[in-house]
């Protein structure tokens, strides 16, 4: 277990610290000395697909299932913010796309790891029709999970892992939906914990959110990141008006915040 959850890290964040071990992925690239060792790809795509295929060859998740989000920068990859609590509730990779096409590192990448099952995470901007015409053909099954926006399709993957997945919880982690470096962080706490993770504004609550932390019955909310992130008056809404109890965590920078 304790194994499980510090590669928990990697899969989620897509860290490039693995085990050293063959695989089938084209343009691996390892490098391992007493000090470190590195799992890497050409570019975060092949780096996503590197990864997530080591973690199933090492058991460290199951191979029925794989999570599919955007991978480039647009929307700040908004709608895979979230994706690590259902990582977590499945016991799934997680695997980046491009918007428009499927490239040849996905397309290994599922081929390798064979599952009957693939999410994609947001609607038809994040992931084009296209990519999942492609992926109809790969797995038995392709469920599309999404909302409105990015805050409701954070909304909409936590409902989903209570509904279908009987997934109990009654925290959750509360960021700020353009800021991925804290979403990353709060990631892996995420995945191991099997704690939803919510978007807010900088300095709103969305209405989304708001009526999602009483739908599913959520009495705790972890900030995550500091005021200049999140601001005071979204943790004052949440605790005088939603009447949740609420943390923050935070360090001086992004960096500092990964380390609390």
Do not use: C
Not at 69 to 82: K, M, P, Q, S
Not at 100 to 106: E, I, P, T
Not at 186 to 211: D, N
């Amino acid at each position: 277990m304790k194994r499980f959850k510090q590669f928990a890290t990697v899969l989620v964040a897509l860290a490039l610290f693995s085990f050293m071990a063959e695989s089938s992925l084209p343009g691996l690239v390892i490098a391992e000395s007493d000090d470190e060792r590195r799992l890497a790809g050409s570019d975060r795509y092949e780096t996503a697909a590197v990864v997530a295929g080591r973690a199933v060859a090492e058991g460290l998740v199951k191979s029925d299932t794989v999570i599919i989000a955007r991978g480039d920068d647009h929307g700040e990859w908004a709608d895979g913010l979230a994706a690590s609590f259902l990582a977590g509730v499945t016991e799934a990779p997680i695997l980046l796309s491009r918007q428009d096409r499927m490239d040849s590192f996905l397309e290994d990448a599922i081929k390798e790891i064979g599952p009957q099952k693939a999410y994609i995470l947001g609607g038809y901007a994040a992931i084009s029709e296209a990519v999942e015409t492609e992926l109809d053909t790969l797995v038995d099954e392709v469920k599309r999970i999404e909302g409105e926006n990015r805050f409701d399709t954070a909304v909409k993957i936590a409902s989903y892992a209570k509904d279908e997945y009987g997934a109990s919880f009654n925290s959750a982690y509360l960021v700020q939906g353009g800021a991925p470096a804290d979403s990353l962080i709060a990631g892996s706490r995420a995945f191991g914990q099997k704690k939803p993770i919510l978007l807010t504004r900088e300095h709103s609550l969305p209405g989304e959110t708001r009526k999602a932390i009483d739908a599913l019955d959520i009495n705790k909310i972890t900030i995550v990141g500091g005021t200049g992130v999140v601001g005071d008056d979204v943790q004052s809404i949440l605790e005088n008006d939603v009447g949740v109890e609420v943390s923050r965590l935070a360090g001086g920078n992004r960096y500092e915040t990964g380390t609390v």
